[in-house]
């Protein structure tokens, strides 16, 4: 089984659309969980840690279920310039470095 | 967060060559990384960069094939050494701060 597993897409919705991504991890003493955005042919950059209580920046919410060992990213009103693979990332026990999952590639249409 | 810069950017180079990337952070990081992505895929980490120290390698990949230094808090190389074609992939390193995770730009490699 995959450390971080993601579900690869491509999704393909219609500009406005509310779209969720789903992300599970294998290590249960994982403690940090992050989602990033890859466009084409750049380097990933962070979108948002997730945390605990679920958190929410604008049109995105991400949230944590440490029962199950699933992190979501829920986009709200989706815009063309949300296209792009979104990264689910976790942290490897208790060292710092990083995991990250397969992506999944996201392409809104007008 | 911290900002890196990363070269070279991309390179064309012949196989059983040696290629050494270079990573400079603006700041002072505890972390550093070095990842792989190959077309299509996501990251797969390499090694954890350890300042003055060897660094550790992930299952499958090893320093005589990747020798990586780390002589301060702010840089970072990777060396490919004896490149093939099996090697053409772009190459990251990334820096952990107070903010998380940051990736310089990459480095676009092919082997012919």
């Known amino acids: 089984r995959k450390e971080v597993e993601q579900d690869p897409g491509p999704f393909n919705v219609p500009e406005g659309a509310t779209v969720a991504f789903n992300c599970t991890y294998s290590n249960s003493a994982s403690q940090s969980f992050f989602w990033y955005r890859q466009d084409c042919r750049k380097e990933p950059k962070l979108l948002m840690s997730?945390?605990?209580s679920g958190n929410e920046d604008g049109r995105f919410t991400a949230q944590l279920n440490r029962a199950s060992q699933y992190i979501s990213l829920l986009i709200r009103d989706s815009k063309l310039s949300d296209s792009a693979t979104y990264l689910c990332v976790v942290n490897k026990s208790s060292a710092s470095k990083i995991i990250f999952g397969s992506g999944t590639r996201l392409s809104i249409r007008p | 967060s911290a900002v890196i810069s990363q070269k070279p950017s991309r390179d064309i180079c012949q196989r059983g060559t040696s290629l050494t990337i270079q990573c400079q952070v603006d700041?002072?990081?505890?972390?550093m990384f070095w990842y792989r992505q190959q077309p299509g895929q996501s990251l797969t980490l390499i090694a954890t960069?350890?300042?003055?120290?060897?660094?550790?390698?992930e299952s499958g990949f090893v320093i005589d094939k990747f020798p990586i230094s780390r002589p301060n808090l702010t840089f970072s190389t990777l060396t490919v050494s004896n490149m093939s074609p099996e090697d053409s992939s772009i190459y990251l390193c990334s820096a952990r701060d107070l903010y998380g995770y940051t990736f310089g730009s990459g480095t676009r490699l092919t082997v012919v």
């Open positions: 997730v945390y605990s």
């Open positions: 700041s002072q990081v505890t972390m």
């Open positions: 960069a350890n300042q003055g120290s060897e660094a550790t390698y």
